[in-house]
């Protein structure tokens, strides 16, 4: 670090994360290590670059500028990490951030950023070349209990069909490579809905989802990593419906296959000319019979000269004639492809986009379908030749054992090594579990958390486990809380510990739990402070005097309405059929809706808030990214609700954890005031 802070345009910058958090976005190549390159005339390896600095935030008082090239953090050299490894860094950093820039002024900035244009925009065209998808045409397939019918796309990679997905496959594909890739994704076709969740379309409305859903495909598949990620893989792997023209397609080749391939003769390597097999469609002869036929022939060539002189029997003979045989263990009809072409090699997949069309590929979901359509059943089960083998990479076990027997290979096999799973907690503390497992679930992990911190059983069941980077923490971030069999080693974000809990009363019970009571406080002052409970601006400020008086912060943090509930970004929520854009907030006692000004700023007018209690809320449905209700909210009558946001199935499931808490609690509920943002 040294040897770089001699150079004038190296900057050492200390940042404390603020109420707002750190203001600043880091951008930069998700591969780590690459090709050295010149900034302000010295070579670096890729460097991670801030692409924004929020003016008047932590970051910008402490110096920190747009395209400066982050060299340093915390001491720990950042010169060829990658995206995830920077930012990992400003996490473990527990708030404080010790920085050290390369600063680079406009017309440097310019230059860098032309390269990297035009390095995005040659690797997009070959990409995109190598990568070509189509959603060809779609059909309409019955449901397997006889009620209704569901649409499906099929997805065509250079003209080869691959697979058929629903409209709800898309949009779950669609949220696992957005939380898992920082790629600028084109806007994902929304739902079209006719009357209060009524999603039966025309055909005309299904032709411009199939030219929404092609060019959503077509710009993923700009992205290598994308493109080449096990998640797209799946995606694209043939399923149980296959389009009854393709199947009649792969017929038609195979029976054409099968017709040349009994036309052509199969040429004995250890006969002659006049010892050629021969086993066509109009001959009677099977293969044991031509071999038998073939070694006479063989027989014949093979007598010397002088025996056709001397007197033989088999001279005056006519010339033997094809036997029938009768038919053995390996003896075939002719109407069957012979035996060469039926142990032909299968040919073996070298990339995403080199197919075999006759293989049938096992379809595993991706991930469940949210629709109440029960799983489709093919028109026809697709044909396939031969069952293709496994060509995966050898397991160590194996390649060590070289030519022994399997099981020996397998009694040899080291057992798996134990998983390290980072957990990060409310008050920045992290910690670090040695699973005993390969593939721990996140319940397993949970309760090595509680264990690890001393929880007591009634704070474990207001504690769960989600996914998110606190990195980017602010009043518009939604974390997904992980269920409890999911493979946290699949993850592509932070694990983090949260409450899970809307009821105010319930919480308190957990304030004689010391671990849980630290937790409690610092995830309040963290959602005080990023927004994502409202608070006042004078609020703000009397809070921030007791940050660190955690009964006194906890106390006065219980009487805000706002408080315990779980506020959604920005997203389009039609009432009455009159669209808008609105902040929806679930509590205990509510779901608020705030429309939003134009920054993107939750409005606290009366004419701009819609508060709804749970009690006159009613028919909750939601369907893919959509949730809908029927409900009256404060001096109206019944409205009809639709929000649609990308993080329905979390509203969901908030709304159901509140009415599951509800249930349980006997307190009754409170009247509403005339203004509901009044303190």
């Known amino acids: ?211 929404n859903l092609e060019a959503y495909l077509a710009k993923l598949m700009t992205s290598e990593d994308i493109k080449d990620c096990t998640e797209m893989r799946t995606f694209l792997e043939r399923g149980e419906y296959v389009p009854p023209k393709v199947l009649r397609a792969e017929q038609q080749a195979k029976q054409k296959t099968a017709q040349q391939t009994e036309r052509k003769p199969a040429q004995n390597k250890n006969s002659t000319p006049t010892a050629t097999m021969v086993a066509t469609r109009k001959g009677t002869g099977s293969v044991a019979a031509s071999s038998q036929q073939a070694a006479v022939a063989q027989k014949q060539t093979a007598k010397p000269k002088s025996s056709q002189a001397q007197p033989s029997t088999a001279a005056t003979e006519p010339p033997a004639q094809p036997q029938k045989t009768k038919k053995g263990l390996f003896d075939f009809d002719d109407d069957e492809p012979t035996p060469a072409a039926a142990q032909a090699a299968p040919p073996q997949q070298k990339g995403l986009f080199d197919f075999d069309d006759t293989q049938e590929v096992p379809r595993d979901e991706l991930v469940s379908d949210v629709e109440s359509d029960s799983e489709y059943e093919p028109e026809q089960a697709p044909m396939t030749e031969l069952e293709e083998p496994d060509y995966g990479t050898p397991t160590a076990a194996v390649v060590a054992a070289s030519d022994e027997d399997a099981d020996d290979a397998e009694a040899v096999s080291p057992p798996p090594a134990p998983t390290m799973v980072k957990v990060l907690c409310p008050n920045s503390q992290i910690l670090e579990l040695e699973m005993d497992t390969e593939h721990p679930t996140a319940q397993t992990v949970f309760e090595a958390v509680a264990e690890e911190l001393g929880l007591s059983a009634f704070a474990k069941n207001i504690f769960a486990l989600f996914e998110g980077s606190a990195a980017s923490d602010n009043a518009n971030t939604v974390y997904r809380r992980l269920d409890e069999e999911e493979d946290v080693t699949e993850l592509s974000a932070s694990i983090l510990l949260r409450k899970w809990l809307f009821c105010k009363e319930q919480e308190a019970n957990a304030d004689s739990d010391a671990p849980a009571f630290a937790m409690l406080h610092a995830q309040a002052v963290a959602d005080i402070e990023s927004g994502r409970v409202f608070c006042t601006a004078k609020k703000a400020k009397k809070f921030a005097l007791v940050r660190d008086d955690a009964a006194t912060y906890l106390a006065n943090a219980r009487k805000l309405k706002m408080y315990g509930g779980l506020r959604f970004p920005p997203c389009e929520v039609n009432i009455d059929n009159e669209p808008t854009t609105a902040v929806v907030t679930v509590t205990f006692e509510h779901m608020v809706l705030q429309k939003v000004d134009g920054d993107g700023q939750a409005l606290v007018d009366d004419d701009a808030v819609k508060i709804f209690e749970w009690p006159s809320i009613k028919k909750v449905r939601r369907r893919d990214d959509i949730v809908a209700f029927k409900g009256a909210s404060t001096n109206d009558e019944d409205l009809t609700v639709r929000i649609q946001l990308e993080s329905a199935p979390f509203l969901e499931e908030c709304i159901k954890r509140i009415s599951l808490e509800r249930a349980y609690s006997n307190d009754q509920e409170k009247e509403i005031e005339d203004n509901f943002f009044v303190f």
């Open 1 to 211: 670090m040294e040897e770089e802070l001699v150079h004038d345009d190296v900057l050492d910058l200390h940042i404390v994360r603020g109420s707002a958090g750190f203001g600043f976005n880091i951008k930069g190549t998700t591969q780590a290590g690459g090709v050295l390159a010149a900034v302000n005339g010295r070579l670096y390896p890729p460097l991670q670059y801030i692409s924004h600095v929020d003016s008047g935030g932590a970051a910008w008082v402490a110096g920190l500028r747009a395209w400066d090239r982050i060299l340093f953090i915390n001491k720990v050299d950042t010169r060829g990490l990658s995206h995830r490894e920077v930012v990992d860094l400003v996490i473990q950093g527990k708030g404080i951030v010790d920085m050290v820039v390369l600063r680079v002024d406009d017309d440097e900035a310019a230059r860098l950023q032309r390269i990297e244009d035009e390095g995005n925009r040659q690797k997009g065209a070959g990409r995109a070349k190598a990568a070509a998808i189509s959603l060809d045409d779609f059909n309409n397939v019955p449901s397997k209990d006889g009620k209704g019918s569901f649409t499906v796309f099929n997805v065509y990679t250079h003209g080869t069909y691959r697979t058929s997905k629903r409209y709800s496959e898309f949009a779950n594909l669609h949220k696992i490579l957005k939380a898992k890739f920082p790629f600028s994704f084109a806007p994902f076709p929304p739902k079209k809905f006719n009357g209060f969740l009524s999603s039966t379309l025309g055909h005309d409305d299904l032709e411009e989802r199939r030219q």
